[in-house]
């Protein structure tokens, strides 16, 4: 099957939605002591569940990414595409006023996708129990998390 018949069956996506800045963290500094490689954790606020990502980024990245501290609300656009695999994945693309080039198999950036119920025995909380599957209320509202 060639490359454009497989890319018509599997189209890419487009979304728009917003995140929560959870963490900024250096993970290689420059010779002159500018931040040449960052990795920022969001939280996908709208999303039902506990939704993380973990996105990595370069010096221009880091540089502008560095405005927005932790606890700030951003909007992020969210490109949802086929990996060769054989499943969907999704990737930001901008974050805040910061483009954010997608490079798919770089080491760094990855999600964390759970939803959570508490787990009862005899009446008295025990623990919980996480299903790490996307769930039918998470991809009403953040479609580009299917899989």
Excluded at 12 to 41: H, K, M, W, Y
Excluded at 112 to 125: D, F, I, L, M, R
Excluded at 133 to 140: C, D, G, N, S
């Amino acid at each position: 099957m060639s490359l454009l018949a497989l890319a018509a069956c599997h189209p890419t996506e487009a979304f728009e939605s917003t995140v929560q800045v959870v963490r900024n963290d250096p993970v290689a500094n420059a010779e002159n002591g500018d931040i040449s490689l960052v990795d920022l954790e969001l939280e996908w606020d709208p999303c039902p569940g506990d939704q993380y990502q973990v996105i990595r980024g370069g010096h221009d990245f880091a540089a502008c990414a560095a405005k927005y501290p932790q606890g700030t609300y951003v909007p992020v656009k969210v490109v949802h595409f086929w990996d060769p695999r054989g499943y969907y994945r999704w990737d930001i693309s901008r974050f805040g006023d910061c483009d954010r080039p997608i490079e798919p198999d770089a080491e760094g950036s990855y999600e964390k996708s759970q939803e959570c119920v508490p787990v009862e025995a005899y009446g008295h909380p025990v623990g919980f129990s996480c299903s790490r599957r996307p769930f039918r209320q998470l991809l009403a509202t953040c479609p580009w998390m299917g899989r």
